[in-house]
């Protein structure tokens, strides 16, 4: 078509040589750059694709799992409870959570039925960002069976609690008051004192636990909710065993038990 339009058809249209030589040597180029677009869109789309498929990869690494929890019944690898061989006894170690290896937390125990698994925590719950000076609380273990039920361990900052250094549970105050400050990371959401049944203090040697039965409807955790909390060093430690109403129902004694065992 360019060139057609560029051939004289009479005296009064006239064109040189150097204007048809311009005209043919642009319309080249951009036949040549129009083709080299179209073999660059493909690369570009591929480039593009591989992006999309390694951003979420490199987001999985920042949020892979830091504890050494496992997906198997922990009957498969923890020892039976010397009180009670129906159980199995779970001692946390250094090498469990971030907050154990770091000191922040001293170590502690429970028992749990052998056919429970360990759930694995992500690393932005589990305080690993933030150890050993963490503002907020974090959660070091949990453990869980579908038709029973599933156990927790919170960990908290005394300093959210009090500016004592070192203060023992009573030094927090009553359980109710403890309990006020503790209740949304019983439940995973809200709390409400109407939700509180029961308080007790229990003493295992030199320390102190306040003990707590909640009735919680509206709890993330489950509508059954069993807690105990202590404090010890600059943490205060609570443990909390929740149940749906059909876990609650068949498995009240056993939830119980597990309550019961824990200790720093």
């Known amino acids: 078509m360019a060139s057609a339009s560029l051939v004289p058809t009479s005296n009064i249209f006239h064109v040189s040589p150097t204007f048809t030589a311009s005209v043919r ?4 180029s951009f036949i040549v750059a ?12 591929e480039l593009l694709l591989k992006t999309t498929v390694a951003i979420p990869a490199i987001l999985n690494l920042k949020e892979a799992p830091i504890s050494e929890a496992r997906e198997v019944e922990v009957g498969s690898f923890l020892p039976p409870s010397e009180t009670d061989p129906s159980f199995v006894l779970f001692k946390a170690k250094p090498s469990d959570t971030p907050a154990l290896r770091a000191g922040n937390v001293q170590p502690y125990q429970f028992v749990l039925p052998p056919n429970w698994k360990q759930l694995r925590i992500a690393n932005i719950l589990s305080g690993n960002y933030c150890q050993p000076k963490c503002a907020e609380p974090w959660i070091e273990v949990k453990f869980e069976n579908e038709k029973q039920g599933k156990v927790q361990v919170v960990a908290s900052p005394l300093i959210r609690l009090t500016n004592k250094p070192n203060a023992t549970i009573e030094d927090l105050g009553e359980p109710e008051r403890v309990i006020a400050s503790l209740g949304p990371f019983v439940t995973g959401n809200s709390y409400d004192s109407d939700e509180l049944v029961n308080t007790s203090i229990e003493k295992i040697g030199d320390q102190t636990y306040y003990k707590y039965v909640l009735e919680t409807p509206f709890a993330l955790t489950g509508s059954h909710n069993l807690a105990k909390a202590t404090a010890k060093g600059n943490t205060v430690v609570l443990f909390v065993v929740s149940a749906t109403e059909k876990q609650w129902q068949s498995s009240q004694k056993t939830l119980q038990v597990i309550l019961d065992s824990f200790q720093l």
Not at 25 to 28: D, E, G, L, P, V
């Open 34 to 45: 129009s083709s080299q677009q179209q073999q660059q869109q493909p690369r570009r789309r």
């Open 25 to 28: 040597t642009r319309a080249s």
